[in-house]
């Protein structure tokens, strides 16, 4: 089935950990997306990657780091994690970015950082 | 600074219609998106607006005013399984999306 995985579904770890969110598109879609949900907030973005080999920082990249080695897979790693990053992260991806393309995300990871 | 302001919740009775609204101001203007998202999952597409007017995809339609920064979502003939948060987003000038916190909907029998 087309679509989006993501991986792990939920982690609980200390803070000061390092930890990578992996994500993984087989609709060969161009632009990649990692979002953060919080309660009461819009989603987040964090980074974005038009194609591969490009990325770029989105509203609240600090803390994070992403890399695009192929179309398929755009990992989101935490260096040293902090309980403020504690949320749900969501990967997405579009046919094409800055157009009408829609988003199609992934089932989501939920982080606790104690 | 860009905004969008949606209500925080909803209640609506099954087999009624509901219109959820969102009200935005963003640098620049390229589309607006619906989305749904039922409670522990992902956000899942529903409409996209451009252009002034109507939009109608079955039980849902969707409508925009450019020069009012006004969109609502029509949902008709309400089902027990549209209890969920509807997610309003801007393209802004950068095309990049701007999210509103969304709108928690509850449906009642």
């Known amino acids: 089935i087309a679509g989006i995985t993501q991986a792990p579904t939920s982690q609980i770890l200390a803070a000061g950990r390092r930890m990578t969110l992996r994500c993984t598109q087989d609709?060969?879609?161009?632009?990649m997306y990692w979002y953060r949900q919080d309660l009461g907030l819009g989603l987040r973005l964090i980074h974005y990657?038009?194609?591969?080999?490009?990325?770029g920082k989105g509203e609240v990249p600090d803390g994070y780091s992403v890399s695009r080695a192929n179309t398929d897979d755009f990992p989101l790693t935490l260096a040293s994690t902090v309980p403020s990053q504690t949320s749900v992260y969501f990967c997405?991806?579009?046919?094409?970015?800055?157009?009408?393309?829609?988003?199609?995300f992934g089932n989501g990871t939920r982080l606790t950082v104690t | 600074g860009q905004n969008i302001d949606q209500p925080t919740e909803m209640t609506a009775t099954e087999g009624a219609i509901v219109q959820i609204n969102c009200t935005y101001q963003?640098?620049?203007?390229?589309?607006l998106f619906w989305y749904q998202q039922h409670a522990g999952e992902a956000p899942t597409f529903l409409s996209y607006?451009?252009l002034d007017g109507l939009e109608e995809k079955g039980r849902f339609s969707s409508f925009l005013s450019r020069s009012k920064g006004y969109s609502y979502l029509l949902l008709k003939e309400l089902q027990m399984k549209d209890s969920a948060s509807y997610l309003c987003?801007?393209?802004?000038?950068?095309?990049?999306?701007?999210w509103g916190a969304g709108t928690k909907l509850i449906i009642k029998p």
């Open positions: 997405a991806s579009s046919a094409r970015d800055g157009s009408d393309s829609p988003l199609h």
């Open positions: 609709m060969r879609h161009n632009a």
């Open positions: 990657s038009n194609t591969a080999g490009t990325t």
């Open positions: 963003t640098s620049g203007f390229n589309g």
């Open positions: 607006n451009v």
């Open positions: 987003a801007t393209m802004d000038s950068n095309y990049q999306l701007i």
